[in-house]
C-alpha cells in the first residue's frame, strides 16, 4: 500500500499537468500566417538587421502585415524581394543594389603614423590608445574588424587600409556598426556613384596624408550636376544627385574622390 | 526585518547560486556574452524563480510533507516547473507579444534549470516559511542576475585581450569564472559579522 500513494500522486500530477497544457495549447492557439513561413522561407536568413526589422522572422511578419515595403532586404537582393513579390501578390519592383564604402584611402604609404602601435592586432583595441596610432585621427586603422565580421568575403585590407569589393558586397552594414571609426557608409547604388575616400574635415588634411580630401573645392567646380559641398574642409558628394560621370575624380588632386561601380 | 535582510543578503552574495553554490553554470557560460541577453536571461530566471516558488512550496508543505512524500520533491517540482514555464509562455505569446520576444527565447531554456530547481529544493529543505521562502527565492535570482551582469562585463574586456591561443574561447571563460567566484568568498565572513552567524 506504501507505495500506491506515491505512484498515484506523480500519475495525477503529470496527467493534470498533461491535460492543462493541452487545454492550454489549443486556447492561446495563434493563428499562424502561412504566408510569413513561406516569406522567411525566401530571405536569407542570415538575421543581419540591414533592413530595420529585429532579424528576418521580425521583417516577414511585416510584410506579410502589409506595414514593410518590399526590397529592403539587402543580402537577399532582388531574388528575395521576387520571391516575397510573388508570395505575397505584390507587383515585382527593380531591386536597387547597394553596396558599403570605406571613406578612407589612408594607406601606410599614403599616411603618416603618429606613433609605432604594437598592442593587439584589432581596431577596437587600437583606437583606445590616443584613438589609434595614425596621425590622421579619421584614418582606418586597417586591422580589418570589418572584415572580421563580414559574412561575405567583400572586404580585404589593401596596404592598411579596408577596401570592399561591391561586386560581393550585400550592404548589411554589419561592417559599418564593426568600424570603431564610424568610416563605412552604404552607397545607395541605383547607377555608378562616385564617393569620397576620406572623411577627415579639419585644416591641413595634406600634412599628414597624401591621398585625404584637402578641401581644394575643385570637385565641387567640376561637377555638372552640383552634387557636390564642401561646407567644412571635406568634399561631401550627394549621392541622390550624383549621376557618377567621374568628372570630379579627374580634377582630384589627392585623388581621393573615386568611381563606385557594381559590376 | 532583519532575519529577511539576511535571508537576502545571504541568497545573493554569500551563498551566490552561481558563484558560490556552482548552480546555473550553463546559462552563465552560454548567454553572458552580452550585456543585454545577460540582462534578458536574468529577468527569466528571477520570473521562473518566484513563480516556481510560490506553487511548490504549497505543494510540498499540503501534499507532500503530511504524507511522508519527501523524496518525490525532485519529480514533482521538476513536472510542475516545466508545465509552469510552458504555460507562461503560452500566456505571453498571446496576450504579452512584446515580452514573449524579449523573454520568449530564454523561457525554455531554463524551464528545468538547475538553478530554479535548487532554490526550490532548497527552501523545503532550509524549512523556510512561505515569506522566508519568496525572499530567498528573490535573493537567489538577483544573485544570478548580479553575477551575469558582473561575468558580461569580464567577458567584454576578454574580447579586446591579448590572450594566448590554447586559452582562447571556453578556457579563458572558466578560468575568469573561477576568479570572480573566488572573489565572492570574500562576502562569507562579512556576513557573518553583520547578522551573526546562522
Keep these: ?263 | 526585518m532583519k532575519a529577511i535582510v539576511a535571508v537576502l543578503f545571504t541568497a545573493v552574495l554569500t551563498e551566490n547560486f552561481v558563484l558560490a553554490k556552482f548552480l546555473g553554470i550553463c546559462p552563465f557560460l552560454g548567454v553572458s556574452k552580452k550585456l543585454d541577453t545577460a540582462l534578458g536571461m536574468s529577468v527569466a530566471v528571477i520570473f521562473v524563480m518566484l513563480l516556481s516558488t510560490l506553487v511548490t512550496w504549497p505543494i510540498n508543505a499540503y501534499l507532500l510533507e503530511p504524507n511522508g512524500l519527501d523524496y518525490l520533491q525532485t519529480i514533482i517540482f521538476i513536472l510542475v516547473i516545466a508545465t509552469l514555464v510552458q504555460l507562461v509562455e503560452f500566456t505571453l505569446k498571446r496576450y504579452l507579444p512584446p515580452l514573449y520576444r524579449a523573454l520568449g527565447i530564454y523561457l525554455p531554456l531554463i524551464t528545468t534549470n538547475c538553478a530554479v530547481l535548487g532554490v526550490v529544493v532548497l527552501n523545503v529543505d532550509r524549512g523556510y516559511g512561505f515569506g522566508d521562502a519568496m525572499v530567498n527565492t528573490l535573493g537567489a535570482g538577483l544573485g544570478f542576475m548580479l553575477a551575469m551582469v558582473m561575468f558580461a562585463g569580464v567577458r567584454k574586456r576578454l574580447e579586446s585581450a591579448d590572450i594566448p591561443d590554447f586559452l582562447k574561447g571556453l578556457p579563458i571563460s572558466l578560468i575568469s569564472a573561477s576568479l570572480v567566484s573566488l572573489s565572492f568568498l570574500g562576502f562569507s565572513g562579512m556576513a557573518e559579522g553583520m547578522f551573526g552567524a546562522h
Design chain 1, 1 to 263: 500500500m506504501t507505495i500506491l500513494l506515491p505512484v498515484l500522486l506523480v500519475a495525477a500530477v503529470g496527467l493534470l499537468c498533461g491535460i492543462l497544457l493541452t487545454v492550454a495549447a489549443r486556447l492561446m492557439a495563434m493563428p499562424v500566417d502561412e504566408r510569413v513561413e513561406a516569406v522567411l522561407e525566401a530571405l536569407p536568413g542570415t538575421n543581419c538587421g540591414a533592413c530595420g526589422f529585429s532579424g528576418c522572422a521580425g521583417y516577414a511578419e511585416e510584410l506579410a502585415g502589409g506595414s514593410a515595403a518590399n526590397g529592403l532586404c539587402a543580402p537577399g537582393g532582388a531574388d528575395a524581394a521576387d520571391a516575397a513579390a510573388d508570395i505575397l501578390g505584390l507587383p515585382r519592383t527593380a531591386f536597387v543594389p547597394n553596396t558599403a564604402f570605406v571613406r578612407c584611402g589612408g594607406s601606410d604609404a599614403a599616411t603618416a603614423s603618429a606613433f609605432a602601435y604594437t598592442g593587439e592586432r584589432s581596431c577596437a583595441a587600437a583606437v583606445q590608445l590616443h584613438g589609434g596610432y595614425r596621425a590622421c585621427p579619421y584614418a582606418c586603422l586597417g586591422f580589418g574588424d570589418c572584415a572580421g565580421v563580414c559574412t561575405y568575403d567583400a572586404i580585404c585590407v589593401v596596404d592598411g587600409t579596408a577596401r570592399i569589393d561591391p561586386a560581393r558586397c550585400r550592404a548589411c552594414a554589419t561592417c559599418v556598426a564593426a568600424c570603431p571609426k564610424g568610416l563605412i557608409q552604404i552607397l545607395y547604388m541605383d547607377s555608378p556613384k562616385t564617393a569620397v575616400r576620406c572623411r577627415n574635415p579639419d585644416k591641413g588634411t595634406a600634412k599628414i596624408c597624401r591621398t585625404g580630401c584637402i578641401g581644394c573645392r575643385r570637385c565641387m567646380g567640376a561637377c555638372e550636376s552640383g552634387a557636390i559641398t564642401v561646407p567644412e574642409n571635406l568634399a561631401e558628394i550627394d549621392p541622390a544627385l550624383c549621376t557618377g560621370c567621374g568628372a570630379c575624380t579627374q580634377v582630384c588632386p589627392t585623388k581621393c574622390i573615386v568611381k563606385v561601380i557594381i559590376t
